[in-house]
């Protein structure tokens, strides 16, 4: 009930007639008595009694009166109160709606704009008035980031009762520009539990991707840069380990070959980072040639058997004769190398590490298998995220990146392959790489080449 | 690789502007038998490749004066070079590049860090057996 039907609905203060009706009538019937019986010392008596039951009525009148009064009194002032809370608490309520430094839209249960905050008009350009009470479609536009398609599907599961957050949305201002935003949903439930809309807020993220733009920018140029140094210094100290320059002794041999190790890992750690600096500024093209797999495997094969050689590894593969297939061979080649890198680097050493490929009914498959220390369950949930390294690892092994599980899985994801692992801590892992039969997915780099 | 010092007598223009990678090729090649002319821009590979006629090219894409696409586009233009085969060796990794570089006529793009000398030298006696 609002304050003023409750006003309205103010009882009245009663006139107290019953009282004085009783009063006269007594008076009337005490006077018709006595003048009956004619004695005038009664009829006083009478008409005493009957001034007594008025005086009596109207005192209980008075009182009835100032009962009720103050009762009406103490509603409204209770009424007068609420309704200056209620003003209170919806004026403090828009000014915290207008304080909050995210914009915020709320829509009703059928998509209007009920709710367009202040920062979501500085952030748009929008202005509440022109929007509230239109549908969302038609009012705002959110959209892919990278591809500008539209991109609603956060508000329409949320309307549907669904918590949801988005990725990638950007939202386009009333100039046409597009400001990336940080985006969250959630339902609106009343006391009965039943959904009365949804409640949107946003963030301008612009300034954290120009910062994540800049250090990927400096990830790519400063990896061009180091493969210079590299390359050279891996080129003579190959000439050096073929005797180009002289026979080396055996301390000479063992020192360059550590030497050229490091070179090959860091020239890896290098490709690396710029694949994930490429993956992450959407850079990364895969563009299939016709190559043979069994070819590419074979020579990443020979030249990282150096590495198992130093601890005393088995590294066995059997090359098999396939067709060929169309795969992106720099791609490719990092697959294998970081499926390899780790099974060395993880496998205790006596330990073995077999690599087979074969051609399955739904692709070629390479399988890649350590006696190695094998993979804890806590950390397998984690495995393919970025840096992440698992605490075996760790201790086993200081170096490593956190980056070629990682880059494996997404590149597989966007050539349309797949990747999988079997493992039995303390015992070993085997890692499954598959591509289609039909060659790895082209793919366009969205934010063009480097 | 001394085995195969004496099975060759190609000649090839070395592209490549990183002194250090530079001696290091011209030392490998001409172990391997190779005549090797060094040119550390993109005018004088031009100049070089003209003068010499040589079997082979190889080509850096990032280079001062003139850029790797720029010179094989000009040699792929001059009739007189059209046919002399080009191998991009380059530092730039991106399937872009390698497309653009084949989309004027380069016959191999190899990626400098990651080939060793020994599979340089079987990648160049392949593009020489084919021609």
Same mark, same amino acid.
Do not use: C
């Given at each position: 009930m609002t304050a003023a039907s409750r006003q309205s609905a103010k009882p009245q203060v009663p006139t107290g007639w019953l009282g004085w009706v009783l009063g006269l009538v007594a008076a009337g019937v005490l006077a018709l008595v006595l003048t009956e019986h004619g004695s005038r010392s009664h009829l006083i008596?009478?008409?005493?009694?009957?001034?007594?039951?008025?005086?009596?009525?109207?005192?209980?009148?008075?009182?009835?009166?100032?009962?009720?009064?103050?009762?009406?009194?103490a509603a409204d002032r209770a009424l007068a109160r609420e309704r200056d809370e209620a003003v209170a608490q919806k004026s403090k309520d828009d000014? &915290?709606?207008?304080?909050?430094?995210?914009?915020?839209?709320?829509?009703?249960?059928?998509?209007?704009?009920? +709710?367009?905050?202040?920062?979501?008009?500085?952030?748009?350009?929008?202005?509440?008035?022109? &929007?509230?009470?239109?549908?969302?479609?038609?009012?705002?536009?959110?959209?892919?980031?990278?591809?500008?398609?539209?991109?609603?599907?956060?508000?329409?599961?949320?309307?549907?009762?669904?918590?949801?957050?988005?990725?990638?949305? #950007?939202?386009?201002?009333?100039?046409?520009?597009? @400001?990336?935003?940080?985006?969250?949903?959630?339902? !609106? !439930?009343?006391?009965?539990?039943?959904?009365?809309?949804?409640?949107?807020?946003?963030?301008?993220?612009?300034?954290?991707?120009? +910062?994540?733009?800049?250090?990927?920018?400096?990830?790519?140029?400063?990896?061009?840069q180091l493969r210079a140094p590299l390359t050279a210094m891996r080129l003579f100290v190959e000439m050096l380990l073929d005797n180009q320059v002289?026979?080396?002794? #055996?301390?000479?041999?063992?020192? /360059?070959?550590?030497?050229? +190790?490091?070179?090959?890992?860091?020239?890896?750690?290098?490709?690396?980072?710029?694949?994930?600096?490429?993956? $992450?500024?959407?850079r990364l093209k895969v563009d299939p040639q016709e190559i043979h797999l069994e070819e590419l495997v074979a020579s990443i094969v020979e030249t990282i058997r150096p590495l198992a050689e130093q601890k005393n590894l088995a590294l066995v593969?059997?090359?098999?004769?396939?067709?060929?297939?169309?795969?992106?061979?720099?791609?490719?080649?990092?697959?294998?190398?970081?499926? /390899?890198?780790?099974?060395?680097?993880?496998?205790?050493?006596?330990?073995?590490?077999? @690599?087979?490929? =074969?051609?399955?009914?739904?692709?070629?498959?390479?399988?890649? =298998?350590?006696?190695?220390?094998? !993979?804890?369950?806590?950390?397998?949930?984690?495995?393919?995220?970025?840096?992440?390294?698992?605490?075996?690892?760790?201790?086993? $092994?200081?170096?490593?990146?956190?980056?070629? /599980?990682?880059?494996?899985?997404?590149?597989l994801d966007l050539s349309g392959g797949r990747v999988w692992y079997e493992t039995a801590e303390g015992h070993g892992t085997t890692f499954h790489v598959i591509i289609p039969l039909s060659g790895m997915v082209a793919k366009t780099a969205v934010n063009g080449a480097e | 690789m001394d085995d195969t010092a004496t099975t060759t007598t190609a000649t090839i223009v070395l592209a490549d502007d990183e002194q250090f990678i530079a001696i290091a090729y011209k030392d490998g090649l001409e172990r391997a038998g190779y005549t090797v002319i060094v040119a550390q821009d993109g005018d004088e590979t031009l100049k070089r490749v003209s003068e010499a006629l040589p079997d082979l090219v190889l080509l850096d894409l990032i280079m001062p004066k003139m850029n790797g696409f720029e010179v094989l586009k000009s040699l792929k233009a001059d009739e007189a070079l059209a046919a002399i085969p080009v191998m991009v060796l380059s530092n730039l990794g991106q399937p872009?590049?390698? =497309?653009? #570089?084949?989309?004027?006529?380069?016959?191999?793009?190899?990626?400098?860090?990651?080939?060793?000398?020994?599979?340089?030298? &079987?990648?160049? $006696?392949?593009? +020489?057996?084919? @021609?």
């Open positions: 008596i009478g008409l005493s009694v009957a001034g007594g039951i008025l005086l009596l009525a109207y005192f209980l009148e008075t009182q009835l009166r100032h009962r009720v009064l103050r009762q009406v009194t000014a &915290i709606l207008s304080s909050i430094a995210d914009g915020v839209l709320g829509l009703d249960e059928s998509g209007r704009v009920m +709710l367009f905050n202040r920062a979501a008009t500085d952030l748009s350009g929008l202005k509440a008035g022109d &929007i509230l009470g239109r549908h969302y479609s038609e009012a705002i536009r959110f959209v892919h980031e990278k591809s500008g398609r539209p991109h609603t599907g956060f508000i329409e599961h949320t309307l549907a009762g669904e918590q949801d957050e988005a990725a990638n949305v #950007a939202l386009i201002a009333a100039d046409g520009k597009e @400001v990336p935003v940080a985006v969250s949903a959630a339902p !609106i !439930i009343g006391r009965s539990g039943k959904q009365h809309g949804a409640i949107i807020t946003f963030r301008n993220v612009t300034h954290e991707r120009q +910062l994540e733009q800049a250090k990927d920018e400096f990830v790519s140029l400063a990896s061009h002289g026979k080396l002794n #055996a301390k000479q041999r063992d020192y /360059l070959t550590k030497v050229e +190790l490091s070179t090959w890992r860091m020239i890896d750690l290098v490709n690396d980072f710029l694949n994930t600096s490429r993956i $992450e500024l959407d593969f059997d090359k098999p004769k396939l067709p060929s297939v169309y795969a992106e061979p720099n791609l490719y080649s990092q697959i294998v190398n970081n499926l /390899l890198t780790n099974a060395i680097r993880y496998t205790p050493a006596g330990g073995t590490v077999v @690599v087979t490929l =074969a051609r399955h009914k739904d692709g070629y498959q390479l399988d890649v =298998a350590d006696s190695g220390i094998g !993979i804890p369950k806590s950390a397998q949930a984690e495995l393919f995220k970025r840096f992440y390294r698992a605490d075996n690892a760790k201790r086993l $092994e200081s170096e490593g990146s956190g980056l070629g /599980l990682y880059l494996i899985k997404r590149i | 872009t590049d390698e =497309a653009e #570089a084949r989309s004027y006529g380069a016959v191999d793009f190899i990626v400098k860090s990651d080939i060793s000398l020994k599979d340089l030298l &079987i990648r160049i $006696e392949q593009v +020489l057996a084919a @021609v």
